[in-house]
């Protein structure tokens, strides 16, 4: 397995509290990105990065944000949990630049917001 | 935005059984990638077509593009109890910002 890990893998929380879940990585990727996945939706991108401090929107951002201070972690934060951000999260990492344009996907994070 | 969007979402086969999943997306692609999933897990990557291929292999697993009609297809000959699993299609854009689209995805259970 490509060297991915994601903290917590379980978290409940209450609602209208911060969460911040951490992706990290040993592959030297450039891109990492984080999914949200849904019964009925699939995977929804809610942001993703491509370098240090580079980081743009998915089709599901509202509600989080993200970090990239460094090149191996990714860090999303909740500002203020809501029911409907109950999920699983994913983060995965890629590196198409390198001919490597598959994605790494981590164990997942199962997110209860309560 | 664009995603993929597999058909049929749900199979169940006898082992032994082809197995075969559709997707379509809606815009240019660079490549294809299909993925499974097994229950409470990250998806592992199956194989890859880019756009410039109609068929490729890996396998058990034949994969075929379409870019006429924008869809795609993942067969699985001989299926086993241990490919049963979710099976996603993603996508990455013609337009090089390496944004990874995924489908629903098609739950396949091979049965004993």
């Known amino acids: 397995d490509a060297g991915i890990t994601q903290s917590p893998r379980h978290k409940v929380t209450e609602t209208g509290t911060p969460v911040t879940l951490r992706c990290h990585q040993t592959e030297n990727h450039r891109y990492m990105y984080w999914y949200r996945q849904d019964p009925g939706h699939g995977l929804r991108l809610i942001h993703y990065?491509?370098?240090?401090?580079?980081?743009d929107k998915g089709e599901v951002s509202d509600g989080y944000s993200v970090s990239r201070s460094k090149t191996e972690d990714f860090l999303l934060t909740l500002e203020s949990a809501t029911s409907s951000q109950t999920s699983v999260y994913f983060c995965a990492i890629s590196e198409p630049g390198q001919g490597i344009p598959e994605a790494f996907f981590g164990q997942g994070t199962r997110l209860t917001v309560v | 935005s664009q995603q993929g969007e597999e058909d049929p979402q749900a199979l169940s086969i006898q082992e032994g059984e082809n197995a075969t999943m559709n997707c379509s997306y809606k815009?240019?692609?660079?490549?294809l990638q299909w993925y499974r999933q097994n229950s409470g897990r990250g998806l592992v990557h199956l194989i890859l077509?880019?756009?410039?291929?109609r068929e490729k292999h890996s396998g058990r697993l034949r994969v075929t593009l379409d870019t006429s009609k924008k869809s795609s297809s993942l067969l699985i000959t001989a299926s086993r109890a241990a490919d049963t699993a979710s099976y996603f299609c993603a996508t990455d854009a013609a337009y090089g910002n390496n944004r990874l689209a995924f489908g629903k995805g098609n739950q396949v259970v091979v049965i004993p």
């Open positions: 077509i880019r756009s410039n291929e």
């Open positions: 815009t240019s692609i660079n490549n």
């Open positions: 990065s491509y370098g240090v401090k580079d980081t």
